[in-house]
């Protein structure tokens, strides 16, 4: 009796474990394996009371979506206008999303209630942009809109998810400092569109920002505005903006370190046009300091030849006028490694046409040795090269040679070849190269009309990685050839230079001030291989 009494307790058990088993695993919500990844954001299914709902009486909204989803940067993204006393509170309940309105309301208003991209689903966080619920407590609703398009200043090409928003006039002290409460989302080509607006007078701004709190980041935030105040009393189309990056109005040191290798590195909220380097303390140091600015003068490297000082002072200027003054200190036990190395301009080992050979290395040079340098031509040593330093530049060198085609060509640089400054010398550097063909490169002849004779353009060409290769400033009618670019897809970028500096400026907000404009040529001017290319271009008054 024992043995069976055994037998029924373990079939019972084992009924047992399967059946919890298999309601575990039927219950078990898991995220599906393999597939192609989900890059649907939640769908609105119903909203009630229904959306655009006029003498609106009720205490909440509920919206119901497709799928499970979460609420995201919730104080960031979701926003009422008008505002309320005391804003809603939203609560997630499964696939619904209740909106409570814990005050009343005003009568005869429109309100329009914004998520932004709060709404997002659990597993790949798409977000449902410009998801709006509006709703009036009055017989009508504000029907309004201001759309329009929002594109680059400087490469004309639309932007994606930049925030356009208004200010109410009377509220436009709130630019940069609080976030607007009615904004919208471009989408891929750049179009937007602000509904159910109110008559009013209105300032119009757009942001490209970084952090998504809506809130004008001059150091890392690109901009756009209208400076003329909309008087809205129909609906406007055309709206058009360009968002730049505007430039600092007070000069200030972003970052300062003091590198291992005992240079120090410096990088500025400014681009600076005639900057200048004064080391004040020790004061000795200043005479032989060493610096390189970098190409858009808004950051700068220093090598003082004695890092024995506990801390020093260095001032800087621009155009002779002192614009910040810093201290970094050093301990006293720091101690510095440093690796001599250089780079070159080669492109895949390929020199082109018409280019001379530069080396640039991490430190400034002090001297050489041409018995350490080693030219083998097809395996063949010769010593009939040159090496300059370039008169600009203290970290390169060109290297010349009669260079011939199909011709390879090795360099080496022995160990100790360059010494720099604290006598830091190279290791051993190989480079190997060979003359370009020229059937590799083309030539781009282009004849310039610009429509005002007395103004000036500044001409950019743009290859196809978005990179300035090559710039001219253009005050007449001007035919220039473009020789030994490599065949691929260029571009021609008109800058209307407004002051005749040579440069483009960008805009000021607070001045009211536009960006320069910016006319990029739509033509694609493609470069074949051993081929000339004749191009007329005629720039459009501004």
């Known amino acids: 009796m024992t043995k069976y009494n055994n037998i029924v307790y373990l079939r019972n058990f084992i009924v047992y474990f399967l059946i919890i088993s298999l309601i575990y695993s ?4 898991q995220q599906p394996q393999g597939g192609p990844r989900d890059t649907t954001p939640p ?3 119903k909203m009630e009371p229904k959306n655009q709902t006029v003498n ?7 919206i119901e979506f497709d799928e499970y989803f979460k609420l995201q940067n919730e104080f960031k993204e979701f926003s009422v206008s008008p505002e309320m006393p005391k804003p809603p509170v939203l609560k997630v309940k499964g696939k619904k999303l209740e909106i ?3 005050d009343s309301l005003e009568k005869n208003t429109t309100y329009t209630l914004n998520f932004g991209k709060a709404v997002a689903d659990v597993n790949e966080s798409n977000a449902a942009k410009n998801l709006t619920y509006v709703f009036s407590t009055g017989p009508k609703l504000d029907s309004l809109s201001i759309k329009g398009k929002v594109t680059n200043s400087l490469t004309g090409e639309p932007e994606l998810d930049a925030v356009a928003f208004i200010l109410p006039l009377n509220r436009d002290t709130l630019f940069g400092k609080g976030k607007p409460s009615i904004y919208t989302l471009t989408d891929s080509s750049g179009n937007y569109s602000l509904n159910n607006l109110r008559t009013g007078s209105y300032k119009l701004y757009v942001l490209k920002e970084k952090n998504g709190d809506k809130i004008y980041q001059q150091a890392t935030d690109e901009v756009g505005f209208l400076k003329d105040t909309i008087v809205l009393t129909k609906n406007l189309d055309s709206m058009n903006i360009k968002v730049f990056k505007e430039d600092a109005t007070v000069f200030r040191i972003l970052d300062k370190r003091l590198n291992p290798d005992g240079s120090m590195s410096f990088s500025f909220n400014q681009k600076l046009k005639k900057p200048e380097v004064v080391v004040l303390d020790p004061p000795a140091l200043d005479v032989s300091k060493k610096i390189k600015f970098s190409k858009n003068n808004d950051s700068l490297k220093v090598w003082l030849t004695d890092l024995s000082f506990d801390s020093t002072k260095i001032s800087l200027k621009e155009n002779g006028k002192l614009l910040q003054t810093t201290t970094l ?27 001379t050979l530069k080396f640039t290395f991490n ?11 080693t030219l083998l031509e097809d395996s063949v040593d010769t010593k009939t090269f040159t090496l300059t330093k370039d008169s600009l530049d203290h970290l390169s060198f060109y290297f010349r040679y009669p260079w011939r085609q199909k011709t390879m060509y090795d360099i080496t640089f022995a160990p100790g070849a360059f010494t720099g400054i604290f006598k830091t010398q190279n290791k051993e550097i190989k480079t190997s190269l060979e003359l370009g063909k020229k059937d590799d490169y083309g030539t781009l002849k282009v004849k310039i009309v610009p429509p005002e004779k007395q103004k000036s353009y500044i001409l950019e060409i743009i290859d196809g990685s978005k990179s300035i290769v090559n710039t001219i400033v253009v005050k007449q009618d001007t035919a220039v050839t473009f020789s030994n670019y490599k065949g691929g897809k260029y571009f021609i970028r008109i800058t209307y230079d407004t002051n005749k ?23 694609e001017l493609s470069i074949r291989p051993n081929w000339e290319r004749n191009e007329v271009i005629t720039i459009p008054k501004e």
């Open 26 to 29: 039927c219950a078990s919500i």
């Open 329 to 355: 200190t050093r301990g006293k036990k720091d101690t510095y490694t440093r690796s001599l190395t250089a780079i070159n301009n080669l492109d895949n080992r390929a020199l082109p046409p018409g280019r």
């Open 501 to 523: 500096n040579g440069v483009w400026d960008t805009g000021n907000v607070s001045l009211g001030i536009q960006p320069e404009k910016i006319w990029n040529e739509p033509k």
């Open 56 to 62: 609106f009486t009720a205490k909440k909204v509920v």
């Open 363 to 373: 430190f400034p040079i002090e001297s050489f040795d041409a018995s350490k340098i």
């Open 43 to 45: 769908k609105v299914l």
């Open 100 to 102: 409570n309105f814990p």
